[in-house]
């Protein structure tokens, strides 16, 4: 591969910052509401899409050393940070033909059936190793974990089922942890404790993000915060306790005047009523900028709302800066589509959806700079 020299390279129309001493602090602030003994990090889907490789060694540096990902491969491609400290858990389990890669490198399965506490209590025999595990409890989320007529099974056969390996701990996932007032958690957790209350004794962890901020009973021996180290905000129905982590920018191509009845965008959306500043900002959906921000998303710029007009396309979004106070806006300028005030739950909810998919879909087109401040 040739690397241009600096001077022959255009600079990005966009730039995602990646507040790192965020990370940080976010993990310690969560350590400080955490009662409990061990708080991991979820770092799945490459971190959230904020980069897995950058951010662990962060968190290790935080005290933390239990990271969990959904996937084999993710863990495989965390060995490089993880060496000299840290425990990596797969959530979706060991499938048929995975056994020896989880065994020979120390990746901690999350056993999600009968079948696979069975296949991991035959091999741990066979390597003569009680290799780690976590055994995850279904109490309500229907999508992984054992049912609980799988549990009932356990409970009466325990001893035989979770011989020759050892018990990382049970886990189960709230449902809806994310809304104050909804019962279905602490139904979830007095499930959760009568089925424990049956089964030989290990680490106990029920908290995602959301969790740690409700009864602090639920806190428990381990959990698994994801979403609030980067910057989501766990608690919805009130202020975010976490620090902003993303910031997103890109460079305005293009400003003009239209007038009625002139529309803007694929599929002529959106129509001018008056004479009209339309400015296009480089950030689309091939970004990972949702289409469904069409019409409904905002900017920020300098405190000023500036609603998006037309559909999102591929490669640039379309603003109506006619009210716009202050010097204009012309090309080149950079204007800011995520931050402390414009955030991935702002985001979102312009879109429909959850700061989530907003952080996961982020793309690889922008220039992605780690700040630490
Ligand atoms: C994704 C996930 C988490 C992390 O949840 P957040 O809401 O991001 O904190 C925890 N546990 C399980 C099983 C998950 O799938």
Redesign the pocket.
Known sequence: MTVLPAVGRAAECAELQINLKAVADNYQRLTKRYTGRTCGA?V?ADAYGLGANTIVPVLKKQGCRLF?V?QANEAAELFPVLRGGGRIAV?NGVLPGDEEFFIENDVIPVLNDLEQIERWSNLCREYERPAPAFIHLDTGMSRLGLTPLDVSHLVDRYSSLLYGFEKAGY?T?PVAADEAGNPITKEQYDLFMKWYRRLPPAPRGFC???AIFRDNEYHLEFC?????LWGGN?TPETTNPMRSVVTLKAKVLQVRDIDEPQTVGYGASWQAKRKTKIATIAVGYADGWLRSLSNSGKLLIKGHAVPYVGRVSMDAITVDITDLPGKPLKAGDMVSLLDDKMTVDDVASAAGTIG?EVLTSLGHRYRRVYTES
Do not use: C, D, E
């Open positions: 979820v799945k969990f959904a959530l886990m996932h995602n993000s959301s698994r915060p994801g979403f609030a766990p989530y």
